[in-house]
């Protein structure tokens, strides 16, 4: 009995840490997804984005929720001064790329100056370690369109030109991720 117990406790912390984030100073997994900005789509690849310094790439449950429409409208609102740093920010969820299009020149939130990435299938997500979660039926945005696409959780990671994570933030609210985001791209 206690030899059960052992490899059912075992085997939970296995369960566990399969959504572990990554931490600082793994490498980044890099990759390639469609992506818009201003309403325009585009093809964004990590490795070519990391050849002009630090990378803020964040990841969002959907476009056009609570948090997500503070998040991205704070990250727009912030962007001259991740410029000023040196750093870019590309913002991932599981949105299709039309709803991307939408979000990214939508001018309460993305403003035409905040990229962001479709990875529809989640792959990108769960490379970096994160708990992508199926699509809830009937759950609808907050222009009370369906949603339609799983969740993958907000969490974002600062990735240097090196590839490797400096930081990762998460389990904070969408106003203090992006503030700790600038900041540590200020310290970098």
Known sequence: MKNILIALLTSGAIAVSAFAALEAGENAPTFEAKASLAGEPFDFSLRAALDD???????????????????????????????????????????????????????????????????ESGAIARSYGL???????????????????????????????????????GGVSPMENVKMCLEAVQKY
């Open 53 to 119: 310094g630090p990378v803020v790439v964040y990841f969002y449950p959907s476009a056009y929720t609570q948090g997500c429409n503070i998040q991205a409208h704070q990250f727009a609102e912030n962007m001259d001064a991740f410029e000023a740093a040196g750093a870019s920010v590309i913002g991932v969820s599981l949105d299709s790329i039309e709803r991307l299009n939408d979000f990214s020149a939508d001018p309460d939130y993305c403003a035409g100056k905040l990229a962001v990435a479709s990875d």
């Open 131 to 169: 708990d992508v979660r199926d699509a809830r039926e009937g759950a609808k945005d907050t222009r009370g369109i369906e949603i339609g696409h799983g969740f993958a959780e907000r969490t974002s990671f600062i990735v240097t030109p090196d590839g490797k994570i400096a930081e990762t933030i």
